[in-house]
């Protein structure tokens, strides 16, 4: 015999649909602030930073050249006075190679880290865009889907339960007509018997010959009665 359904979480597929679709929608804006994080930080990295030291590199050049030019000077001074001296042109030359080398060293970790960060973007992004994907594209058809089941289970669920089937009326054949005539004959005639059994027989009557034994009983013994008296007399 066949079973119904046991239809009973409904109500927690409900409840995962809208888990699901908040879930979705929290993707959806973590995917967001991470694409555009990776941008701010490509953009840091290779037009403000690099372009930046890019351009004290240059300026550092340009300040190691003046100082070298200044000292030089300087120099040509001193040799036609013992009393000039060159020691701030000297310190300005090491104030301006110690930033060039600086700048430069900016410049090449820099360069460093860049293919580092697209490399590591580059696995983000192959582990972030199948879901990206799912998001945007098939997860409107989950959700469908889903839709469909807890629909289907409503109703399936407000459907009432069949009723019992009420029998059907027997009808009686020819055959089964004299069959009960005659359990009903046997039933009459099995009460008739018992009710006969049941009442007392009636006293029976003597017949001739119990009657004429009583009867010849009755007068031998009164002839014996008759002989007991006149022995009991004596001769006379």
């Known amino acids: 015999?066949?079973?119904?359904?046991?239809?009973?979480?409904?109500?927690?597929?409900?409840?995962?649909?809208i888990a699901l679709i908040n879930f979705a929608e929290e993707a959806r804006v973590a995917l967001g602030s991470t694409d555009m994080e990776i941008r701010h930080v490509r953009n840091w990295l290779t037009r403000d930073q690099l372009s930046y030291?890019?351009?004290?590199?240059?300026?550092?050049?340009?300040?190691?050249?003046?100082a070298k030019a200044e000292l030089f000077r300087r120099q040509l001074s001193?040799?036609?006075?013992?009393?000039?001296?060159d020691t701030d042109q000297k310190e300005a030359l090491r104030d301006a190679q110690r930033r060039l080398r600086e700048a430069e060293e900016k410049v090449?970790?820099?360069?460093?880290?860049?293919?580092?960060?697209?490399?590591?973007?580059?696995?983000?992004?192959?582990?972030?865009?199948?879901?990206?994907?799912?998001?945007?594209?098939s997860f409107a058809a989950t959700?469908?889907?889903?839709?469909?089941?807890?629909?289907?289970?409503?109703?399936?669920?407000?459907?009432?339960?069949?009723?019992?089937?009420?029998?059907?009326p027997?009808?009686?054949t020819p055959g089964s007509r004299s069959e009960a005539k005659s359990t009903a004959s046997s039933a009459a005639q099995s009460g008739e018997t018992a009710e006969t059994?049941?009442?007392?027989?009636?006293?029976?009557?003597?017949?001739?010959?119990?009657?004429?034994?009583?009867?010849?009983?009755?007068?031998a013994g009164e002839t014996l009665a008759e002989g007991r008296a006149a022995a009991a007399a004596g001769p006379q």
């Open 1 to 17: 015999m066949s079973q119904g359904a046991n239809v009973r979480s409904v109500d927690a597929l409900k409840d995962f649909k």
């Open 53 to 66: 030291w890019q351009s004290q590199v240059k300026r550092g050049q340009e300040r190691v050249s003046m």
């Open 78 to 85: 001193q040799s036609n006075s013992d009393a000039v001296s």
């Open 108 to 137: 090449e970790k820099i360069k460093r880290w860049v293919p580092v960060f697209e490399h590591a973007t580059s696995e983000y992004n192959s582990q972030s865009q199948p879901l990206g994907d799912h998001l945007s594209g």
């Open 143 to 168: 959700i469908n889907v889903l839709n469909r089941m807890i629909a289907a289970l409503d109703s399936y669920l407000s459907e009432a339960a069949p009723s019992t089937p009420v029998s059907a």
């Open 170 to 172: 027997i009808h009686s």
């Open 197 to 219: 059994q049941a009442v007392p027989a009636p006293e029976t009557l003597p017949t001739a010959g119990e009657k004429a034994g009583a009867t010849a009983g009755e007068g």
